[in-house]
């Protein structure tokens, strides 16, 4: 029976909640919802995987005006990945309604077809700060009329940087609207953030102990040796050999370093930072998420808006340079009911940063003796599955349904061993079990996926 009981939510969206699998609002949303369903100012803190996203998104459709088709809703956001995750999040939860237009404007893409996709109008823009004022400044968005105003993971949006561009968002928008704040942690700028661009908000915290049902991470740290990390990493990965594992590094070059390591090792792992265009960036993803790479080693770039939501392992090649950081990296793993465990190295030069950690959260940080896993020999695994590369996409309108129906009709393959598949303008993916590879490889490469031959190739970590 249906549990998503929240004051003033229509039927259409209860009915569409439980189409979705949500059965009982998390926390922040039974805290925050009826808020901001009411149209008040929130500030909400809680912790990476409590369920942010709905507690906003349920609101935005829900108080739309979908007869007048202008943005009522905007959502900024610190990295394109979040931005991906929170508009697929929306356009789900906008099947409640008919017929709401969702738009994501992110930096890394041309802004050619972004202007034509926002020259037809929408109810709802998603985006990082940059790419949203690059717009306001040409004049192809304009935000008369916005209603809702949402800062998703505020505290990692004025840690990159994003002040300025926010600020000038904000600006350029009414001034009787709602805003929303949502954030992992705290810090005066966020609050004096708040001060500056809401009305009397309601607060919204919630305690990691009333969180304590839903993820379980336990947490291990190793003081190792300075420049034995690497080793000691090879040898954590051959002990615990997980399907996916999230390595933090504190640069671009300290993650290059790791992967080429690992990879030698023979290790399948990819890098993720900045200095990567953004196809690549996207490919990596999706090898990532299908479970096709099991390593990846990326920069705090990545400590937001990954949609994983089984990451049972997440390293630190050294302590993050903040306790808020290191919350934010370590909320990775643990989520959506699952244990997962936090594993962080440090050498003696970096023990304050453990210090500094102890002193936040108040009780002794008790590592271990990373000798141990220096003595055990890399012993790398085949990842569970393999990405193939499809040349055909939305242009040709291909559908997840089109290469499931190839998989699994023409091919012959069991539905199960087809895992997910990414959709893009002139490609798609489909993620394969390993052990059929090489057959369903062939199968796509001689049969027909809506009457047409599309070439098709296997993807890997650096290809």
Same mark, same amino acid.
């Given at each position: 029976?249906?549990?998503?009981?929240?004051?003033?939510?229509?039927?259409?969206?209860?009915?569409?909640?439980?189409?979705?699998?949500?059965?009982?609002?998390?926390?922040?949303?039974?805290?925050?919802?009826?808020?901001?369903?009411?149209?008040?100012?929130?500030?909400?803190?809680?912790?990476?995987?409590?369920?942010?996203?709905?507690?906003?998104?349920?609101?935005? /459709?829900? #108080? $739309?005006?979908? *007869?007048?088709?202008?943005?009522?809703?905007? %959502?900024?956001?610190?990295? +394109?990945?979040? !931005?991906?995750?929170?508009?697929?999040?929306?356009?789900?939860?906008?099947?409640?309604?008919?017929?709401?237009?969702?738009?994501?404007?992110?930096?890394?893409?041309?802004?050619?077809?972004?202007?034509?996709?926002?020259?037809?109008?929408?109810?709802?823009?998603?985006?990082?700060?940059?790419?949203?004022?690059?717009?306001?400044?040409?004049?192809?968005?304009?935000?008369?009329?916005?209603?809702?105003?949402?800062?998703?993971?505020?505290?990692?949006?004025?840690?990159?940087?994003?002040?300025?561009?926010?600020?000038?968002?904000?600006?350029?928008?009414?001034?009787?609207?709602?805003?929303?704040?949502?954030?992992?942690?705290?810090?005066?700028? /966020?609050? #004096? $953030?708040?001060? *500056?661009?809401?009305?009397?908000?309601?607060? %919204?915290?919630?305690?990691? +102990?009333?969180? !304590?049902?839903?993820?379980?991470?336990?947490?291990?740290?190793?003081?190792?040796?300075?420049?034995?990390?690497?080793?000691?990493?090879?040898?954590?990965?051959?002990?615990?050999?997980?399907?996916?594992?999230?390595?933090?590094?504190?640069?671009?070059?300290?993650?290059?370093?790791?992967?080429?390591?690992?990879?030698?090792?023979?290790?399948?792992?990819?890098?993720?930072?900045?200095?990567?265009?953004?196809?690549?960036?996207?490919?990596?993803?999706?090898?990532?998420?299908?479970?096709?790479?099991?390593?990846?080693?990326?920069?705090?770039?990545?400590?937001?808006?990954?949609?994983?939501?089984?990451?049972?392992?997440?390293?630190?090649?050294?302590?993050? #340079?903040?306790?808020?950081?290191?919350?934010?990296?370590?909320?990775?793993?643990?989520?959506?009911?699952?244990?997962?465990?936090?594993?962080?190295?440090?050498?003696?030069?970096?023990?304050?940063?453990?210090?500094?950690?102890?002193?936040?959260?108040?009780?002794?940080?008790?590592?271990?003796?990373?000798?141990?896993?220096?003595?055990?020999?890399?012993?790398?695994?085949?990842?569970?599955?393999?990405?193939?590369?499809?040349?055909?996409?939305?242009?040709?309108?291909?559908?997840?349904?089109?290469?499931?129906?190839?998989?699994?009709?023409?091919?012959?393959?069991?539905?199960?061993?087809?895992?997910?598949?990414?959709?893009?303008?002139?490609?798609?993916?489909?993620?394969?079990?390993?052990?059929?590879?090489?057959?369903?490889?062939?199968?796509?490469?001689?049969?027909?996926?809506?009457?047409?031959?599309?070439?098709?190739?296997?993807?890997?970590?650096?290809?």
């Amino acid at each position: 029976m249906m549990s998503f009981q929240i004051p003033g939510l229509s039927q259409a969206m209860l009915d569409n909640l439980g189409n979705l699998g949500f059965s009982q609002p998390t926390p922040v949303q039974q805290q925050a919802l009826p808020v901001v369903l009411a149209g008040q100012d929130v500030i909400a803190m809680a912790r990476t995987g409590s369920g942010k996203t709905a507690a906003f998104g349920i609101g935005l /459709v829900e #108080r $739309l005006d979908v *007869r007048r088709f202008s943005v009522q809703g905007l %959502v900024l956001c610190p990295t +394109r990945e979040l !931005a991906d995750q929170v508009a697929r999040a929306i356009r789900e939860l906008a099947r409640s309604r008919h017929n709401v237009k969702v738009l994501t404007l992110c930096g890394g893409t041309p802004i050619g077809p972004q202007i034509g996709s926002l020259s037809h109008g929408a109810h709802i823009v998603v985006g990082t700060p940059g790419r949203v004022k690059d717009h306001l400044d040409k004049g192809t968005l304009t935000l008369d009329r916005l209603r809702t105003l949402v800062l998703d993971e505020a505290d990692r949006m004025l840690d990159m940087g994003f002040e300025e561009a926010v600020n000038a968002i904000v600006d350029r928008c009414p001034e009787r609207r709602q805003t929303l704040l949502f954030s992992a942690t705290w810090p005066d700028h /966020v609050r #004096r $953030l708040s001060e *500056r661009y809401q009305r009397d908000p309601v607060s %919204v915290t919630v305690e990691e +102990r009333a969180e !304590a049902a839903a993820p379980a991470i336990r947490e291990t740290f190793y003081e190792v040796a300075e420049g034995q990390e690497q080793e000691a990493l090879a040898g954590l990965l051959s002990t615990q050999r997980p399907p996916s594992c999230l390595v933090f590094c504190a640069t671009r070059q300290q993650c290059d370093d790791v992967v080429l390591y690992l990879t030698r090792q023979g290790f399948t792992a990819a890098a993720l930072h900045g200095d990567m265009d953004q196809k690549d960036r996207d490919q990596v993803l999706i090898l990532f998420a299908s479970q096709s790479c099991p390593i990846l080693v990326a920069t705090d770039v990545a400590a937001r808006g990954l949609d994983i939501d089984d990451l049972p392992l997440v390293v630190n090649m050294e302590p993050a #340079r903040s306790p808020e950081t290191h919350t934010h990296r370590i909320g990775r793993t643990g989520r959506a009911g699952n244990e997962g465990l936090a594993v962080t190295f440090f050498s003696p030069s970096r023990a304050h940063k453990i210090a500094r950690l102890e002193q936040a959260r108040g009780y002794e940080i008790e590592p271990l003796d990373g000798g141990a896993l220096l003595s055990v020999k890399p012993t790398p695994w085949r990842p569970a599955r393999v990405t193939l590369c499809i040349a055909g996409g939305r242009k040709e309108k291909v559908r997840p349904g089109d290469i499931l129906g190839a998989l699994t009709g023409e091919a012959g393959l069991p539905g199960d061993v087809v895992g997910k598949i990414a959709i893009q303008d002139y490609q798609s993916f489909v993620a394969v079990d390993s052990a059929v590879a090489g057959k369903a490889l062939r199968r796509l490469e001689e049969g027909r996926i809506k009457g047409r031959r599309f070439r098709v190739r296997a993807v890997s970590p650096g290809l």
